[in-house]
């Protein structure tokens, strides 16, 4: 059968390559389940009782001005999703890393799920869809950009795994934190910005998260001073120290007795809109 008929095409030529076309898209779809279900075989988190899946998707514009190049930070796209595997314990919900989830949510098609695994005896309604609503697309991996699996369940303190064959886990929700901001901007190029926004996420989760009372009053002095002078903790550009520590101090209960300008600030945090779902996991 010739390939060319009066100059055209051959019909027959135009159908194989059509059903090649149509083979090829299936063969993706499979490679992509078959990578999800390597992630959940290829870890200990694999006993998992309960799934609840959601996803949130948003074109969104954000506070931050310049995004980043996912294959930069995580490295080539080769087909399969890239999927961030989070195991935290519902007793305290990491709540800076579900308000960057909803960050994320706003530059990528993220597709997020929600596990419990069996070392956890219940986990409240609150927590199951504290991700969102599931998406009517779940079950098409391919069509996100960025997978985000969070699993309740008995662990000390969060830990995050990317690449389950090579990768040892980032433990801690401040060091989680900072991976994850990473995927919305770059860190600040000036070292002693950086370093200021670091002090602080460190601040946050040490001593008004884990400290004292005593130590929780002079972070929140220390607050009212800096915030004195710069609408955000970093200077005037919106960070992740502001991330951090607004989390923190809602999770103290620190929020209502705090001083004159840190309760400015955090009605300037709750206006930008990303920290209303944190806010009702606390309720």
Not at 129 to 156: E, N
Not at 173 to 178: M, V
Not at 223 to 250: H, I, K, Q, R
Request: proline content about 6%.
């Amino acid at each position: 059968m010739p390939m060319y008929q009066n100059g055209e095409v051959d019909p027959a030529v135009k159908a194989l390559e059509a059903r090649q076309d149509e083979i090829m898209r299936k063969l993706y779809e499979l490679k992509a389940a078959v990578e999800g279900l390597a992630k959940t075989v290829m870890t200990p988190d694999a006993d998992l009782d309960l799934t609840v899946s959601s996803s949130l998707s948003s074109q969104c514009s954000t506070t931050f001005k310049n995004t980043t190049d996912l294959d930069t930070v995580l490295g080539k796209d080769l087909g399969a999703l890239r999927d961030i595997v989070i195991n935290a314990n519902p007793v305290q919900p990491p709540l800076t890393l579900l308000v960057l989830h909803s960050l994320l949510c706003q530059h990528y098609r993220v597709l997020s799920t929600v596990h419990v695994h069996s070392s956890v005896a219940s986990v409240p309604p609150q927590l199951l869809s504290c991700l969102g609503p599931r998406h009517t697309d779940s079950y098409a991996r391919h069509m996100f950009q960025l997978g985000f699996t969070l699993i309740w369940k008995d662990v000390p303190k969060p830990q995050m795994k990317f690449s389950i064959k090579n990768m040892c886990p980032i433990e801690g929700e401040g060091n989680i934190a900072r991976f994850l901001f990473k995927l919305l901007a770059p860190y600040p190029s000036d070292p002693a910005v950086a370093t200021l926004v670091d002090s602080w996420v460190d601040t946050a989760f040490f001593q008004l998260a884990e400290g004292s009372v005593k130590e929780r009053s002079a972070v929140l002095r220390a607050l009212n001073s800096t915030l004195g002078s710069n609408p955000w903790l970093a200077g005037p550009e919106f960070s992740l120290a502001d991330v951090a520590c607004y989390c923190c101090v809602l999770q103290s209960g620190s929020a209502s007795s705090s001083p004159a300008n840190v309760q400015r600030w955090i009605k300037s945090c709750e206006n930008l809109g990303h920290f209303s779902h944190a806010k009702l996991l606390l309720k």
